[in-house]
């Protein structure tokens, strides 16, 4: 037995009425798509696989260019969904519901909407091409500046005295590792030997900044102060930060050519079109929350016997640890 419909078929319904109300019922047996398959028949009516991944995209259960496989359960119980919306569809025209004018009007927001989509995708594909991708990306990498990136250890103490004390030490051929093990405060680094791996001075505080912008493969840096204390660095290595990949940038490239698609062609068509807006300032928008009748009007003194509102409790202080 079916598990009975889903509040997710029941919210779809109006695009099926949509489809519905654009002509008479008619039985659909040509593919939609190029090679689309036939998975199943209500009342005449055809259920394409084409229609089961789209509303399984609308789902969110696939993303857009993911394939859904007909023999998997997914897509079974994506199909019981589609047979469900196709069932009430037929069953709300045929109660006449469609020509109540309020569902009138949801159908033909709903068209456009699909319309608009529509146009949008078609924009958007003939812009998103991976010559476009590629063109792009290397646009970028050129603009990019390459910044030096740096490998390094650390030791951090509570006071300048101490921190030459370990520059001195080291000077002297004393172990990093050990040392930062003994003596640095910074429990990040400490229990590995300092080791702050690869890094560029641009997710630094500004006194690693400084103190390491000129800095060679070997040097050994400080004492400077930091937060928490005193750092003595020493740079292991010095090397230019790699650029970022392709498939890296990929995602963030196709959101910037699709947002300046759909920006150029609003504009185009908010340019070409004479759009007034109606609504007043201060206009009551249907809908709209209101106050009771019986609210005090604002900076009223409440009336007598009414409550008072509670007064807010004072935030309890929370002691400071004693210092040891």
């Known amino acids: 037995m079916r598990a009975p419909a889903s509040l997710a078929t029941l919210l779809v319904v109006a695009m099926a009425l949509t489809l519905a109300a654009c002509g008479p019922k008619v039985v659909d047996d040509k593919p939609p798509e190029t090679g689309d398959v036939a998975v199943a028949r209500v009342d005449g009516q055809t259920v394409w696989a084409s229609d089961v991944k789209r509303e399984a995209i ?25 047979v469900d919306r196709e069932l009430l569809a037929a069953e709300a025209i045929r109660r ?14 709903a068209r456009k909407r699909v319309l608009g989509d529509v146009l ?52 002297t051929g004393a172990s990093f590792d050990s040392l930062a093990m003994e003596r640095s405060t910074d429990s990040a680094t400490r229990f590995n030997g300092g080791d702050l791996g690869y890094f560029t001075l641009d997710v630094m505080s500004p ?60 504009e185009k068509l908010r340019g070409a079109a004479k759009i007034e807006t109606l609504l007043k300032k201060g206009q009551a928008v249907p809908g709209a929350p209101s106050e009771p009748a019986n609210a005090p009007p604002a900076g009223a003194e409440p009336s007598a016997g009414a409550p008072s509102p509670p007064t807010p409790a004072k935030p309890q202080k929370t002691p400071a640890p004693e210092k040891k």
Do not use: H
Not at 121 to 149: F, H, M, R
Not at 227 to 248: F, L, N, Q, T, Y
């Open 120 to 171: 949008v995708g078609g924009v958007v594909e003939k812009a998103v091409t991976e010559d476009n991708i590629q063109t792009l990306y290397k646009e970028q990498q050129k603009l990019s500046a390459q910044s030096d990136e740096f490998k390094a250890r650390q030791i951090v103490v509570a006071t300048q005295p101490a921190a030459e004390d370990v520059r001195k030490l080291l000077a």
């Open 207 to 266: 006194s690693y900044q400084t103190a390491l912008k000129d800095a060679a493969p070997g040097q050994l840096i400080g004492p400077f102060p930091v937060e928490g204390g005193w750092a003595v660095v020493r740079v292991d290595e010095k090397r230019a930060e790699e650029p970022i990949s392709i498939e890296a940038a990929r995602p963030q490239i196709v959101r910037f050519l699709t947002y300046g698609q759909v920006r150029d062609l609003l």
């Open 96 to 109: 006449g519901l469609d020509k109540d004018p309020v569902v009138q009007r949801r159908l033909a927001a």
């Open 58 to 82: 609308a789902q969110g259960m696939i993303s857009e260019g993911e394939p859904l496989d007909i023999q998997s359960e997914q897509f079974r119980q994506v199909l019981d969904e589609v």
